[in-house]
Nanobody, 115 residues
């Protein structure tokens, strides 16, 4: 059974940090590139960062230098370290495979950044 469980979101002041975690079932995690996405109210879901099974990473320009994606293959977990948070980072954050198919999504974790 596919399982994606995001956690770690919360309310944080601008300039602060959060670390998100995503526990993924083996069927969706093992050997696959994983990604973090986010969706702000009224906007489309967008890609934030990706990481291959070997650890190569990509970050969207809007978060480059502030967010870092990582993974623990033994634990089946993907992380997103978010530093220097800005109000425009406010969104619900989701993890999933980087390449799809995106038939299933977890509940996400809400990040709210205030000034």
């Amino acid at each position: 059974q596919v399982q994606l469980a995001e956690s770690g979101g919360g309310l944080v002041q601008a300039g602060g940090s959060l670390r998100l975690s995503c526990a993924a079932s083996g069927s969706i995690f093992n050997g696959n590139a994983m990604a973090w996405f986010r969706q702000a109210p009224g906007l489309r879901r967008e890609l934030v960062a990706t990481i291959t099974s070997g650890g190569s990473t990509y970050s969207a320009r809007s978060v480059e230098g502030r967010f870092t994606i990582s993974r623990d293959n033994d634990k089946g977990t993907v992380y997103l370290q978010m530093n220097s948070l800005k109000p425009e980072d406010t969104a619900t954050y989701y993890c999933n495979t980087a390449d799809g198919p995106w038939d299933y999504w977890g509940k996400g974790t809400l990040v709210t950044v205030y000034t």
